[in-house]
């Protein structure tokens, strides 16, 4: 029974010169209609696949949701709720643009039932925010939490990027104490890594982007450990930070390994077994959902072994790591005999250790994930 | 026939080669040759038609030769029977070049009327006249704007010494003075002498394996007349066999009843390895044997080594399958298995030169879907030791510890370089930096000069031909003949990656370069290795002294801290994408060492690099 939902919209006033998420220009894009459609999808999904009679988590990312005019965001709110029945305590996220939500828009999420907002900030530099296309300034991140905050959310997280174009030690730190003086509950810390179709990759083809020497960007990942650390946020995964009690609980069904539903144009999900993805055009998202048929471009029906598989690469970024009880519930075979080998391994290499029930990336093994999650991986 | 005809077809054959520097224009000049003498109809005409390999047109080289039989109604109203064989255009394959000359009784030079002549059109002119062939001079290309045919034509009288005045001036390109070239192909390259009755001598200038004929040898008859059926004998390894079947390529291969004086064309006769078809062997009557075979035949030896391993070690036996193939088709490549501290099983492979280095891992890879990992070539070396015993060390890592050594001696080649005289200075740097004796200069005309050196070979093998072309913004022609071994100071230089010595990067080199080498290729094996778990110490050592060392510091960060949202299978494929990558690598005891890096010690820049 699937108890977490994704919902994908596209659109965005201005692109950020790193982001290789589905998105489009707002401007002159059939967003009515696409929303319209999406309504169909929620709907057609839940016939597909049936959800559990509560969902635990809802999450409305982008994109930029908050790029939605009131009318909209009511309208999707509405088919949300008409769809979905979210559990009494379930977590319902929108992700926002600093600067972007008017006060009109925070009361239609809350009244809506939406108990959690994720803010994109990325740094504190105004300087550093110009360079990589963001058109919110820091100012407007403290204008835009307080109206949140005002409105009665409470449950606010924001993200960061560490590894920019140009960004020092010190300008991170800064942000860092900037972010942290804002007392929020949850923090999202990602590094930025340059990926094909954006502005900062064909800089980097041309030999134009400048980005900190990998030494640079470790100093500011242990930097941002031991920050968190110290204002007693505590790491439950690779790039995310809580306070007990406040870990977003729809980023853990991905890290858990558990099905949700991915909709919106370019959405993915994971349902009834199958990875499936969406098609990322929004024209070619809504045409067959005219057709009452789910917009799907590609499925692939997970294997045993590369659920298991995903079980550990997943599972091990979380701070607790892998729990060998659940493995053994879950596929009816003890963990450490599948994956005799790369556990021994690892654990030599003193990037994995095995304490009680679970098997977990050391402080070393944190900072080298990727060479703990490519052993699990056969072939 | 009977043998007034046969005499009297004999006196209308015409045997020729092309020779030219690489891209004077050799093979549009033969595509043109045969549509003259419609060989094919024009749409069977392939651009460059006679380099047939794949890897040959994409590198617009011919390493195989052919041979084409074509028809010519000459201007006396004669129709006469023209053999074009063509040779490989590198140096590489000097021998093969002679022995292709050798089955012919004349050559149309072609010299580009722009660039004039380069070290490589002089060496195969001296081939040719070593053959005593008639040489008919082309200045091409003159529709160029940049074309100078009379300062060439005066280039061509000069530094070689041949009577010009008729050279031909003809563009192939733009299909101008074709027909004089073949006109001056009837008049003056002679006909073939020889007796048709006399007991066969037949002259192998290629062999290639064809897998349902066996081998194909290419011949040249000199005198006799050979049938199917015929019992025939390889004067050089002995080896008999029966003819099955003779033929000409014009160029649609064509079976005939026989062969003749000046014929050229082929045979088959179950033959199973090139290595029983030698090029520049005699065929003779296995009966009625000829006393003597013709001249020339020399074994070909290979100049270069190399090891080749497969990165993946389950290969081993696939990549002595694709050798063995290969060597079916090339009797020059030599291979025997080998194994490395540091790689594991391979082999060690003999090569004519670089060129056909590369063309051999090219071909592996490529056909037979095998990674490699190629160590630095090496030359042989003679090695003497303290109690007079002498070795011949071709892998660098079998060099004997120092005190064991009385001398080591090392192949010398005399280069011949050609260009413009404002490089005289840049070439005679390189010349002195590359531990070259200065031999000779000469003055071709007021603006270009050849220089002669005696280096060693295994500095050619280095770098030294990349070095002087981009010296010499690409002006400089370059040529090389072995002239023996010479005593050197030469020491090994062991490479050790974290306290372990790679025997697959060890190299032998001058005591007076040997610092500098040493701290080149530990920079540039730092940037080549990526960083691994741990700090890894690489170290450059002659015997137990360390000459030069860095170390590649520890990976610090490798993970994915991205929010991917929830696209798990790109999440997945990036994961894949690292692991494939290392698989490419080679483990060498705890390091994982990239395919580049084992040729490091062959292909770098001989400048230090900026930290």
Redo the contacts between chains.
């Keep these: 029974m699937i108890q977490s939902a994704y919902i994908h919209i596209p659109f965005c006033e201005h692109i950020c010169h790193y982001c290789d998420f589905n998105k489009v220009f707002l401007q002159g894009q059939p967003v009515d209609e696409y929303l319209k459609m999406m309504k169909k999808e929620m709907q057609l999904q839940v016939k597909t696949y049936p959800s559990a009679p509560e969902l635990e988590t809802i999450f409305v990312g982008g994109g930029t949701p908050t790029s939605l005019n009131e009318t909209q965001l009511q309208y999707l709110c509405d088919s949300i709720s008409e769809t979905f029945t979210l559990k009494k305590d379930g977590e319902y996220t929108f992700e926002a643009n600093p600067g972007e939500l008017s006060r009109e828009k925070l009361e239609i999420l809350y009244q809506s039932g939406v108990n959690r907002l994720s803010f994109g900030v990325q740094s504190f530099t105004d300087d550093l925010l110009k360079r990589i296309g963001r058109t919110h300034r820091a100012a407007d991140v403290y204008e835009t939490i307080e109206k949140a905050q005002s409105v009665g959310f409470t449950n606010i997280s924001i993200d960061l990027i560490y590894g920019l174009p140009g960004q020092t030690m010190e300008d991170f730190t800064d942000t860092l104490d900037k972010a942290l003086a804002l007392d929020l509950p949850h923090y999202s810390s990602y590094s930025l890594i340059v990926e094909p179709k954006t502005v900062f990759y064909n800089l980097m083809q041309k030999g134009k982007l400048h980005l900190p020497p990998q030494d640079t960007e470790a100093n500011m990942y242990e930097k941002l450990m031991e920050t968190m650390e110290k204002h007693n946020l505590h790491q439950y995964e690779i790039s995310n930070f809580a306070r007990t009690g406040f870990e977003s609980r729809h980023n853990l069904t991905y890290w858990n390994n558990e099905e949700y539903y991915g909709i919106g144009a370019g959405a993915h999900g994971y349902t009834g077994g199958k990875r499936i993805a969406n098609h990322g055009p929004v024209k070619k998202y809504m045409n067959p959902l005219q057709a009452d048929e789910l917009p799907v471009l590609e499925t692939h029906v997970v294997p045993l072994n590369e659920k298991m598989e995903e079980e550990m690469f997943l599972g091990l970024r979380k701070t607790a790591g892998v729990s060998m009880q659940h493995f053994k519930d879950k596929f009816f075979v003890e963990m450490t005999e599948v994956f005799a080998k790369p556990i021994e391994e690892q654990t030599r290499h003193g990037l994995l250790v095995q304490e009680n029930d679970f098997i977990r990336l050391t402080e070393k093994g944190k900072l080298l994930g990727n060479e703990v999650f490519q052993a699990f991986l056969n072939g | 026939m009977n043998r007034e005809e046969k005499l009297a077809r004999q006196s209308r054959i015409r045997n020729f080669s092309i020779i030219a520097h690489i891209d004077h224009g050799k093979s549009t000049l033969a595509d043109r040759i045969l549509e003259k003498t419609n060989a094919l109809a024009q749409r069977e005409m392939k651009s460059q038609l006679l380099d047939s390999m794949d890897l040959e047109r994409e590198r617009g080289i011919t390493i195989k030769l052919n041979a084409v039989q074509l028809k010519y109604k000459a201007k006396d109203g004669e129709e006469y029977t023209f053999h074009l064989i063509d040779t490989p255009g590198h140096v590489d394959f000097t021998y093969e070049v002679s022995r292709s000359l050798a089955a012919c009784e004349g050559a149309v030079l072609v010299v580009d009327a722009a660039q004039g002549i380069e070290a490589q059109t002089l060496a195969n002119v001296y081939l040719a006249l070593d053959n005593n062939l008639e040489i008919i001079p082309v200045i091409n290309k003159i529709d160029l704007p940049s074309a100078e045919p009379e300062r060439v034509r005066q280039e061509i009288e000069d530094v070689i010494g041949l009577d010009a005045s008729e050279a031909v001036l003809a563009s192939a390109k733009a299909g101008i003075g074709i027909e004089e070239i073949l006109e001056q192909v009837v008049d003056l390259v002679p006909a073939p002498q020889g007796d048709p009755d006399a007991p066969l001598k037949a002259l192998i200038f290629d062999s290639v394996y064809d897998a349902y004929r066996g081998v194909v040898a290419y011949i040249r008859v000199f005198d006799g007349t050979i049938k199917p059926g015929d019992k025939i004998k390889m004067m050089a390894t002995g080896k008999e066999f029966e003819v099955i079947e003779i033929g000409a390529m014009t160029p649609k291969v064509e079976l005939r009843d026989e062969l003749t004086v000046g014929d050229v064309g082929f045979l088959t006769g179950a033959i199973k390895n090139v290595g029983d078809t030698r090029v520049g062997d005699t065929i003779t009557g296995a009966k009625n044997s000829a006393t003597e075979a013709l001249p020339g035949y020399r074994r070909l030896n290979p100049m270069v080594y190399c090891g080749l391993y497969p990165i993946d070690a389950s290969k081993f036996n696939d990549l002595r399958d694709a050798l063995e193939k290969l060597e079916l088709n090339d009797a020059a490549l030599q291979f025997e298995a080998e194994s490395s501290q540091a790689l594991g099983f391979g082999f060690r492979c003999g090569f004519l030169g670089l060129l056909h280095m590369e063309i051999v891992q090219e071909r592996i890879e490529r056909e037979f879907n095998i990674d490699l990992i190629t160590t630095a070539p090496s030359v042989i070396y003679d090695v003497i030791l303290t109690d007079g015993t002498e070795l011949k060390v071709d892998n660098p890592a079998n060099m004997p510890e120092s005190q064991k050594i009385e001398r080591v001696e090392e192949p010398y080649v005399k280069a011949t370089m050609m260009a413009p005289n404002e490089f005289v200075g840049t070439i005679m740097e390189l010349g002195q930096k590359k531990r070259g004796n200065f031999v000779n200069m000469e003055y071709m005309d007021e603006n270009r000069v050849s220089i002669v050196y005696e280096i060693p070979l295994s500095e050619i093998v280095y770098d030294f031909f990349d070095q002087l072309k981009s010296n010499t913004r690409g002006y400089a022609s370059f040529d090389y003949e072995l002239i023996g071994y010479r005593p050197s100071k030469l020491v090994k230089m062991d490479i050790l990656l974290n306290s372990e010595t790679v025997d697959a990067l060890s190299f032998i080199v001058h005591t007076d370069f040997s610092y500098e080498r040493g701290k080149l290729i530990v920079e540039k094996l730092k940037k080549l290795i990526p960083?691994q778990?741990f700090e890894v110490p690489i170290q450059a050592a002659i015997g137990q002294k360390i000459v030069a060392r860095s170390s590649i510091?520890a990976?610090?960060?490798?993970?994915?801290?991205?929010?991917y949202?929830?696209?798990?299978?790109?999440?997945?494929k990036l994961?894949?994408k690292?692991?494939a990558g290392?698989k490419r690598m080679k483990q060498v005891g705890s390091v994982e060492v990239p395919q580049e890096a084992f040729m490091a010690v062959l292909k770098m820049d001989d400048t230090t690099p900026k930290k």
């Design positions: 960083r778990q510091s990976m610090r960060k490798n993970v994915l801290a991205k929010c949202g929830g696209d798990i299978s790109r999440k997945r994961l894949e690292q692991k290392k």
